[in-house]
Structures are given as structure tokens and as C-alpha cells.
């Protein structure tokens, strides 16, 4: 009931704590309507200002001038009515009030003028600095597009006073500043503050994040420009207050080949288009989608679904009209206010930019929308080798094909589709011509390229039917010898990549006796007697791998044989491809046997014959062999180099079926090794783009690198970059993740989340993770998680969560003991508790560190090993912090030098604690209880013993705070 001034101030104070969205500004307004019942200014002006707060922040900023007009009256009528926070925030909000009449068309510009008129007036009669009038006139003026130079130096000449924008905000406009003037590298540079944190507000650093993340890309700085993305994005992601920055990261999605991610956040956003109340705001967010949905359109994807308005559904094509129809108009009404054309011109501007990356830049996240887009995005790959002009004629085209298919060109596929393209044409007439052989031929070559991309997309059963289809069709044409090599290539095309498939060698050995036959009546050309024959090397590879650590005798034999045979043949015949694809087989088991040494030199023969062969476009695929070998082998820097190499070489030969995903996954690793973490975040995030271009055959792939990227994140202390690219992982269906890879994801989020401060998310994560894992045997896992969650959502001040989790790390305690985890979680909360709630607390602080020493003494008396001075000296640490709380300080110093004779017990190992014992009982004794001086000989002896240990950084901390003691 709000029916007293306190229950409308309690309202108050609980409607603060709330997120900004539509319940907190519908709660301020009845807040508003309770508090006009009083005659109350303090009460009153209170309202009014959450209210005003709410508005900013829920993107209803043109409701602030009508609010902001009863403050005013309230402050004309009764200033001292207002407590010393409000009348600061009248001054204050006279230019949140200034900001929203500029963001709406309808509000004239005289009127803006005059309002800036009486901000200065009010300013001046009040004493304050004229900087911030200075800096609406600034604002003013880069909208209209008049006298923009003269109004910034105006501006920034100036210092900063007490009713400045805060300086992260101001950090940003001077910024824009330099962008608009084309110096995008000084504006970065102004911006740093602010983009490392340095600098903050409520809204920032995200905003910055947003503003500079196409700067980063044209200063080509884009391991900063992803990191903007992910860390700006997450905060922007569905805050109507946060509209413009929404359009802005959909607008850097579009212009770095990034679209499946742009309709992902349009779909998470989608009812910004409802925001009414920040029509400036609107358009910018309005034009960021154009930009995306105009190189949809601009692609070919006019018919694709996509979210726009709600209660509509729409195509790119649809949504592009709606969506120009509403921002020409809206610029339109700007453009008419101002008298200019500045919004309109700066509108155009985005709208003409072209993407600026020749190849999608991999961000690391999990994009789920629009899955047709990741392997065609609208930005054009980066250009390749010169390939060579298509034969005009059909039959000259048909042979050329076949010439690159022997020597495996990756242009032959190329070909093959253009083949098919034509045969397939209405009209189309086969040629006559004996070098190229009657239609039934061509049906079932054509049917073998069909068999052959189902197998590259991992459609086995498709792929191995194809291939039997193919047979039939080349028997039909009377080519024995092309349908019996098709036939033995069913025989392992599902080898190695579908669970329970094995070699037939009856049917191998078989197929080998035919091709003896045929060779022999010359119906057998020598490529598909190589390729029968690399068809039983592979298989016997297979087994081989299989059979590790410890091969039979037979096997090894069989695959000596195997690989032999294949080997001498193809060097025989001249076909220096299939000679390196042979020593391929050899290299790759003496890898895995861990002959590394072995392998090395076998594969760079490989790479020196086909150099030698001039066959350079089968080189990605053994440097990528090498390099695997050579990290396996202690060697990453090389390794480095070498996938470089690999991937770099594919790119130029056009070779789309290489495995990039695998590759830039191990040159992740290696560059992990190196130390390189720049490079193997990009690494690392490119393969997680490729594995999702897979589609679900690879769900789990990508999962387990995006889980080693946020790994590396973390390490490289942008937990924030990690913690979105984990949320990526969950924001997309799990249901094709390992159980327990889905349990580490959840984990990993939950103590980013924590590290974040995110107390309330990590507690929400923990929760689901406990469910998830209470049914496992292993019910150590349960102890631990129940743990975390119990901490997570103390810090979230839900104690009777936090009390209830805690008492399920007891109940799995009891059937997994987990004595160091639970009995540390107790401590902690203790501390949580009488940080958090309070002195009145006391006992029940001191009752979990009760709890904590029974678990030890439990564990003694059953004779279960655990750090027993650990668990007593921290019990002892934490009891004396929780009395010095209470302002017990004796019994606090007691406590704490039991802590300090337990550490003595521990060794070596103890010394860091012991330290920090020595820390807590020195500010008890010279702070709590005024004895400087023996805190200061206890300081001075915890220093030396710190030296003696090899403790720099704890002697440096105990030094610190000597020093304070002694000059004081």
C-alpha cells in the first residue's frame, strides 16, 4: 500500500534497484500518481525524477520535457523542499531535457534554442560553469549541420565544470567529432579511455563500443573491433534505451559478412521498431537495418524470412521497402525541422557504404538465424588465383574436366558444375564426338560428381547410393572398368566417418582381382587402377588407426602391403599425385605411433616431389599433416608457419572441400602455445565460423572450440568477449551437445558471469547446471556446482537461494565428500554474510565457520586426508574478519594470531596466507585498536619472513601499508 510519504520512498528505493524496461517505468509512473497524494515537495520531486530516469533509459526520452515541467514548478515553488541529491539533479536534467526536444522532429528549433537560453540562465543565476550550454549549442549544431567547428571549439576549449556530461559521454562526443572529420585514428585514440574501462557511466563503455567499431575496422585494428562487438552488443542486446547502438552493431554485421548474425540481432530486437518515444534514436537503428536488409536484397535473398515489425511477417524484400518508406520519411521530418539536410545526407552516407572487409570477419558467436546465409555471405570472398577461361565448346569443356580430375585440380569441380549447368539447359543437344563418348557416359560421370558432393557434405547414405547409381549408369554405357572403381569406392566411403563401418576385404580383395582382369582387356585406364588401389590403401589405413596403440602383426602387414602396392604402382605410371597421397598414408601412421620425427621427413619429400611434379594445389593438404605433426611434436612455432601456409595455399587454389575448420582450430593451439592469444582468438573464431557452416554435423565442434576461444578470452582478461561467446553457444538449440559438454559451457559461463558481477545471471546458470548434473554418479561435480551457485546468488542477495543450494552441496557432500570445496564455500559465506547483511549477522557468519572446522574434524576422526592447517588457519582468518566487522577487535586480534600459529604448520605452502594473516592482524591492531607501533613490528617481521620465502608481491603489500602506518 502506498499510502504513507515512507511507503512511496520504499517504492522508490525498490524500483531503483530494478533493470531499466518497461516494468521499472510503469511502476515509476504509479510511484508518481501515489506520490501527488501528499503535499510533500521531497516525496514528489523524488518521483518525478525516478520517472524522468526511467523514461531515458526505456527510450520514451520525449516524455522527459512534460515530467521534467512539474520538477521545475515543484523547484519554482518550494526549492527547499528538495533533498541535496535532487537539487543537484534539477541542474543536472535540464539537459536530458535539452537532448530530447533535438531528438524529436515536431519540437521546433526555436523552442530548442529557447530551452538552451534557459539552461544558461538557470545555470549562471545558480553559480555553475557554462561548458555544458556550451556543449548542447555543440550538439545542436552537428545535427543541423551548421557551424559545426565554430560550436565545437566553443565547446571544448572549455574546461570541464561541475554539470559536465560525465566524461566517458563527453569522450565520445569529442570523438564523433574527429570520425565525421575523417580522422579515425585520433578518434580512437580520444576514445581509449573509455573503451578499456578507464573511463565508465551507466551507459558507457558500451556505447563507445558501438561508435567506434567501424573506425576499428578501416584502421584495420579488427581483433578490437570483434571484442567491441561482442562486449558492446551483449549490454545493447533488447534495450529500447539502447536503440541507436543496436543499429549500429546490425550495421557492422552487414559490412563485414556477417549477415546470418545481423538478422540473428534484428530477431533479438525486434521490437525496438515499436520505440516511439526516441524518434532520432529510431531512425539511426532504422538505417543500420536498411544497410543489412539492402545487401540481402542486393544478394539474390530477396525472399528470405526475416523479422521486422511485429504482427507482420516479412521477406527481405518486404521489410526493405517498409523499413526506407519509414526513414526517408522520419529524416524527412528532421531535415524540414533543421532547415537543412544533414540528417537526410548522413543517412545516404551509411547507406553507400560498401562492406569494408574482402572476407567475413569471424566473430566468435554462434549465429542460428538464417543458416542458408553462412556459406554464401553477400561480402565477396577475397579474390584468387587467375583461374583459367572455360572452354566454349561443350565437348572441349567435358575433356578438360576429365584432364583436371586425374591430376586432382580443384578447378575440375568448377567445371563439373558448369557442365552440369549446360547439359541440363533447354535445347541442350549432345554432342557428336568419340573423344567424348555417348550421353550414358556423360549421365553417369555426372551422376558420380552428384554422389561425390553428397560424400563432402557428410551424406554418407546419399553419397554411397550416388556412387552405386553411377555404377549402373557407366556398366549401361559399356565402361566396365569406370563402374567397377565407383563400385570400390562405396566400399569405404563411409570409412572413418560413420560409427560401426568397416572394411570388407573379401569385397576389396575382389575388386582387386577384377581390375587384374580388366587391366588385362585393356577396360581399365591406369587413374582408376590407381584410384581401385588407393581405395585398399585407405581402408587399410583405416584399420590401422583402429587397431592403435598395438596393431596386430596382420594388420600392420596389410597395410604395408596396402600402401606399397599403391605407392610402387603409381610411381610406376607417372602419377606423381598419387605416389604423395600414398607417402600421405604412411606419414599420417607413423604420427599416430608417434614416429614424429618419421612423419616429418616423409611429408616434406612430399612437399618436395610434388614441387617437382608441379602439382602445387595438393600442398595444403600435407603442409596441413606437417603442421599437426609438428605441434604433436613440441614445435608450434613452426607449426604456425606451416598451417599459415596450408591455409593460404588452399584459399589460392579454390580447394573448398580442404578442412579449414580443423586447421585454423590446430593453428588456434599453436598459436595458444606461442603465446600468440591475438592470433589464436582470430584462429580459434574462424574455425568456429567454418564448423557452424557445417551445419548440425558439426554442432559439437564447434561448441568445443568456442568453449577453448572463451578459454582464451578469459586468460587474456576479456571475460566479457568470453562470457558472449559461451551465451552464443546456449542462445542455440543443445540438443545435438554431449551432456557434459553442455555442463562445461554452463560452468565456464557461470564464473564469467561472476567475474563480471553478473551475480543474479551466474546464480540462474549454476541453478541449471546443478539440474543438469544432480543425476550424474559423479556427484563431486553436483558438490562443486551446488557450491558456486550457493556463493553466486549470496553475491546476488537471494540468501534463501543461496541457504537452499547450500544445502544441496551439503546433501551431495554427504554421498561424494568434497571436503576443501564445501568447506571453503562456507567460509566465503560467511564473509558474504557479514559483509553483505551485516553486524546483526554475526552468529550466523560464525556458525557456517563452525560448520566449516566440524567438517575437518569429521574427516580427521574417520582418517579421510585433507589440508587440515588450511582449513583451520582459514577458518580462524575468517572468524577474526567477521568480529572485526562487529566491531569485536580483541577477540577479531585473538582470532586472527590462532590463524597465524596454524599457518606455521604448513611450510612452505602456508607462507601466503600466513601473509595475509599478518595483513589483517596488523590493520586490527594499528587501525581497529590504535597500536601503530607493534602493528608496525609486526609488519616489519611478515616483511622479512615474505623476502625470505620468495614472496615479492606480499612483502610489496605489507610494505604499503607499514608506510601508512608510519607517516600517519
Known amino acids: ?301 530477396g525472399d528470405l524470412t526475416v523479422s521486422g515489425p511485429v504482427g507482420t511477417a516479412w521477406t527481405v524484400d518486404t521489410l526493405l521497402a517498409h523499413v526506407r518508406t519509414e526513414a526517408d520519411a522520419l529524416a524527412a521530418r528532421f531535415d524540414a525541422r533543421n532547415g537543412t539536410d544533414a540528417v537526410s545526407a548522413n543517412r545516404s552516407a551509411r547507406l553507400a557504404r560498401d562492406p569494408l572487409l574482402a572476407e567475413p570477419l569471424a566473430l566468435g558467436v554462434r549465429a542460428v538465424a538464417a543458416p542458408e546465409l553462412a556459406a554464401a555471405p553477400a561480402v565477396a570472398p577475397a579474390p584468387r588465383r587467375t583461374v583459367e577461361v572455360e572452354p566454349e565448346d561443350f565437348t572441349a569443356l567435358v575433356l578438360r574436366a576429365r584432364e583436371l580430375e586425374v591430376v586432382g585440380h580443384p578447378d575440375a569441380d568448377r567445371l563439373w558444375k558448369r557442365i552440369v549447368e549446360r547439359a541440363g539447359a533447354e535445347g541442350f543437344v549432345h554432342p557428336e564426338s568419340v573423344e567424348l563418348g555417348g550421353p550414358e557416359r556423360l549421365a553417369a560421370e555426372l551422376a558420380e560428381q552428384r554422389a561425390h558432393e553428397a560424400l563432402q557434405r557428410d551424406e554418407h547414405a546419399e553419397g554411397k547410393a550416388g556412387l552405386l547409381a553411377a555404377a549402373e549408369l557407366y556398366e549401361q554405357a559399356g565402361l566396365p572398368g569406370p563402374a567397377l572403381m565407383v563400385r570400390t569406392r562405396t566400399l569405404i566411403a563411409e570409412l572413418g566417418d560413420v560409427d560401426g563401418a568397416v572394411a570388407d576385404w573379401t569385397a576389396l580383395d575382389a575388386a582387386l582381382a577384377r581390375a587384374e582382369d580388366l587391366r588385362a582387356a585393356g577396360t ?218 553442455l555442463a562445461q559451457v554452463r560452468l565456464d559461463l557461470a564464473r564469467g558471469l561472476v567475474e563480471l558481477d553478473e551475480h543474479r545471471d551466474a546464480a540462474e546458470e549454476y541453478l541449471r547446471l546443478a539440474d543438469l548434473v544432480a543425476d550424474w554418479e559423479d556427484q563431486q561435480t553436483h558438490t562443486m556446482v551446488a557450491c558456486e551457485a550457493t556463493l553466486a546468488l549470496a553475491q546476488a542477495d537471494r540468501w534463501d537461494a543461496a541457504e537452499a543450494a547450500l544445502e544441496r552441496a551439503r546433501e551431495a557432500h554427504r554421498r561424494a565428500p568434497q571436503l576443501d570445496q564445501l568447506a571453503a564455500t562456507l567460509r566465503e559465506l560467511a564473509r558474504l554474510t557479514i559483509c553483505g547483511r551485516g553486524a546483526e549477522w554475526l552468529d550466523a557468519a560464525l556458525a557456517l565457520l563452525a560448520e566449516a572446522d566440524a567438517l575437518g574434524e569429521a574427516a580427521e576422526q574417520s582418517g579421510e586426508e585433507y589440508n587440515s592447517w588450511y582449513l583451520r588457519g582459514g577458518s580462524h582468518h575468517e572468524r577474526a574478519r567477521c568480529l572485526a566487522v562487529a566491531d569485536r577487535h580483541e577477540e577479531a586480534l585473538a582470532e586472527v594470531e590462532r590463524a597465524i600459529a596454524v599457518y606455521e604448520q604448513g611450510g612452505e605452502e602456508a607462507e601466503s596466507p600466513r601473509a595475509e594473516s599478518v595483513r589483517l592482524a596488523a590493520l586490527i591492531e594499528g587501525g581497529d585498536l590504535g597500536r601503530p607501533r607493534a602493528a608496525v613490528a609486526r609488519l616489519t617481521d611478515g616483511i622479512t619472513r615474505c623476502e625470505a620465502a620468495g614472496l615479492p608481491e606480499a612483502a610489496r603489500i605489507l610494505a604499503e601499508l607499514r608506510e601508512r602506518f608510519t607517516s600517519d
Not at 537503428?285 to 539474390?300: H, K, P, S, W
Not at 595455399?649 to 600468440?676: F, I, N
Request: hydrophobic share 45%; proline share 4%; net charge negative.
Open 1 to 301: 500500500m502506498l499510502d504513507t510519504p515512507d511507503a512511496v520512498m520504499a517504492g522508490l528505493r525498490e524500483n531503483d534497484a530494478r533493470p531499466y524496461g518497461r516494468t521499472r517505468t510503469v511502476t515509476a509512473e504509479e510511484l508518481v500518481d501515489a506520490a501527488e497524494q501528499f503535499e510533500d515537495t521531497g516525496v514528489r520531486s523524488m518521483a518525478l525524477l525516478e520517472l524522468m530516469e526511467a523514461y531515458e533509459y526505456d527510450g520514451e526520452r520525449s516524455k522527459i520535457p512534460v515530467v521534467f515541467a512539474r520538477v521545475l514548478k515543484l523547484w519554482d515553488t518550494d526549492p527547499d523542499g528538495f533533498g541535496e541529491w535532487a537539487r543537484h539533479q534539477v541542474f543536472w536534467r535540464f539537459k536530458w531535457v535539452a537532448v530530447a526536444l533535438l531528438d524529436t522532429p515536431d519540437v521546433p528549433l526555436a523552442a530548442i534554442r529557447r530551452w538552451h537560453t534557459e539552461l544558461r540562465d538557470r545555470y549562471r543565476a545558480a553559480g555553475y560553469d557554462l561548458q555544458p550550454y556550451y556543449a548542447q549549442r555543440y550538439h545542436l549544431a552537428v545535427h543541423a549541420g551548421t557551424d559545426v567547428q565554430d560550436a565545437y571549439e566553443l565547446w571544448a576549449a572549455r574546461p570541464r565544470s561541475e554539470l559536465s556530461d560525465c566524461h566517458a559521454c563527453e569522450t565520445r562526443a569529442r570523438a564523433d567529432h574527429q570520425v565525421a572529420a575523417g580522422d579515425d585514428a585520433l578518434a580512437l585514440e580520444v576514445m581509449q579511455p573509455v573503451l578499456t574501462g578507464r573511463s565508465t557511466c551507466a551507459e558507457e563503455p558500451f556505447r563507445s563500443h558501438a561508435a567506434a567499431l567501424l573506425p576499428l575496422l578501416r584502421q584495420g585494428r579488427l581483433d578490437e573491433a570483434r571484442s567491441s562487438h561482442l562486449v558492446g552488443y551483449r549490454f545493447a542486446r533488447g534495450k529500447a534505451g539502447m536503440v541507436r547502438p543496436v543499429g549500429q552493431h546490425i550495421e557492422f554485421c552487414a559490412l563485414t559478412g556477417n549477415e546470418a548474425r545481423g538478422l540473428e540481432i534484428l530477431a533479438e530486437n525486434r521490437d525496438l521498431f515499436a520505440v516511439n518515444g526516441d524518434p532520432l534514436g529510431v531512425l539511426d537503428f532504422l538505417t543500420g537495418v536498411e544497410v543489412l536488409i539492402a545487401a540481402l536484397a542486393r544478394a539474390g535473398h
Open 524 to 741: 581399365l585406364t591406369d587413374d582408376d587402377y590407381l584410384i581401385i588401389l588407393q581405395s585398399r590403401a585407405y581402408a587399410a589405413h583405416h584399420d590401422m588407426v583402429e587397431a592403435l596403440p598395438e596393431p596386430s602383426d596382420g594388420t600392420a602387414a596389410r597395410f604395408e602391403a596396402a600402401v606399397g602396392a599403391y605407392r610402387q604402382t603409381a610411381v610406376a605410371l607417372g602419377s606423381a599425385r598419387r605416389a604423395a597421397t600414398s607417402r600421405q598414408y604412411t606419414a599420417d601412421a607413423a604420427a599416430r605411433q608417434g614416429r614424429l620425427a618419421d612423419a616429418s621427413a616423409e611429408l616434406r619429400e612430399v612437399l618436395a616431389q610434388l614441387d617437382a611434379a608441379e602439382l602445387p594445389w595438393h600442398t595444403p593438404r600435407v603442409l596441413g599433416l606437417l603442421g599437426q605433426v609438428l605441434l604433436q611434436d613440441g614445435e608450434p612455432a613452426q607449426a604456425v608457419e606451416v598451417f599459415h601456409r596450408a591455409l593460404a595455399e588452399a584459399v589460392r587454389w579454390g580447394d573448398d572441400s580442404y578442412p579449414y575448420a580443423p586447421t585454423y582450430m590446430m593453428l588456434g593451439h599453436a598459436s595458444m602455445q606461442v603465446e600468440d592469444l591475438g592470433g589464436a582468438v582470430r584462429a580459434l573464431s574462424e574455425a568456429a565460423a567454418r564448423y557452424d557452416r557445417q551445419g548440425g554435423t558439426a554442432v559439437e565442434e564447434a561448441a568445443q572450440v568456442r568453449l577453448q576461444l572463451a578459454d582464451v578470452l578469459r586468460g587474456t582478461g576479456r571475460t566479457a568477449d568470453a562470457v558472449a561467446v559461451l551465451e552464443s553457444v546456449l542462445d542455440a538449440a543443445t540438443g545435438g551437445l554431449d551432456v557434459r559438454m
